[in-house]
């Protein structure tokens, strides 16, 4: 999956408006346009489509940790310059407030199951001997679960 996928099934499930979505950047200490948000969030083949860059989409989701659970006193986290879907999937996590228990709930509810040990693999470190890389299915499902949670009702 790309960040501009990411980004655009993220804005769908909890409704942000590009001034919400600027306000998330700016909650991460960033400043972002109109014109960027929308080129973001452009289909891929569309002339004008940009792609987000690892660090732009580590923002946003630094910007949605900040604003849904507030921001941590001192300096705030720098955003990471590459990401894996370990990491979108640990920060969306946090944002959210979600327990283990709560993960496998929003896979469910995208009818995909993993067990408790597959989880807790994703978010290991890297170099530990059980980490295991997220696959973009599984990133996939939780973000289609949390459609399902999030914006139950598509009118």
Same mark, same amino acid.
């Given at each position: 999956?790309?960040?501009?996928?990411? %980004?655009? &099934?993220? &804005?769908?499930?909890?409704?942000?408006? $590009?001034?919400?979505?600027?306000?998330?950047? *700016?909650? =991460?200490?960033? $400043?972002?346009? &109109?014109?960027?948000?929308?080129?973001?969030?452009?289909?891929? $083949?569309?002339?004008?489509?940009?792609?987000?860059?690892?660090?732009?989409? =580590?923002?946003?989701?630094?910007?949605?940790?900040?604003?849904?659970?507030?921001?941590? $006193?001192?300096?705030?986290?720098?955003?990471?310059? =590459?990401?894996?879907?370990?990491?979108?999937?640990?920060?969306?996590?946090?944002?959210?407030?979600?327990?283990?228990?709560?993960?496998?709930? %929003?896979?469910?509810?995208?009818?995909?199951?993993?067990?408790?040990?597959?989880?807790?693999?994703?978010?290991?470190?890297?170099?530990?001997?059980?980490? @295991?890389?997220?696959?973009?299915?599984?990133? &996939?499902?939780?973000?289609?679960?949390?459609?399902?949670?999030? @914006?139950?009702?598509? *009118?």
């Amino acid at each position: 999956m790309t960040n501009n996928d990411i %980004l655009r &099934r993220i &804005r769908y499930t909890f409704n942000f408006s $590009d001034d919400q979505m600027i306000a998330l950047f *700016k909650q =991460a200490e960033a $400043d972002v346009t &109109r014109g960027e948000i929308s080129n973001w969030l452009k289909k891929d $083949d569309d002339p004008a489509y940009v792609s987000c860059s690892d660090t732009q989409m =580590a923002t946003f989701l630094n910007g949605l940790i900040n604003a849904k659970r507030g921001k941590k $006193d001192g300096p705030q986290p720098a955003p990471e310059n =590459a990401i894996n879907n370990n990491i979108i999937l640990r920060k969306l996590k946090i944002a959210l407030d979600l327990k283990n228990e709560d993960v496998l709930e %929003l896979l469910a509810l995208a009818e995909f199951r993993l067990g408790k040990h597959e989880l807790s693999a994703f978010f290991r470190k890297p170099d530990h001997k059980h980490y @295991r890389e997220c696959k973009d299915q599984i990133l &996939r499902n939780f973000l289609a679960g949390m459609q399902v949670k999030y @914006r139950p009702e598509d *009118k």
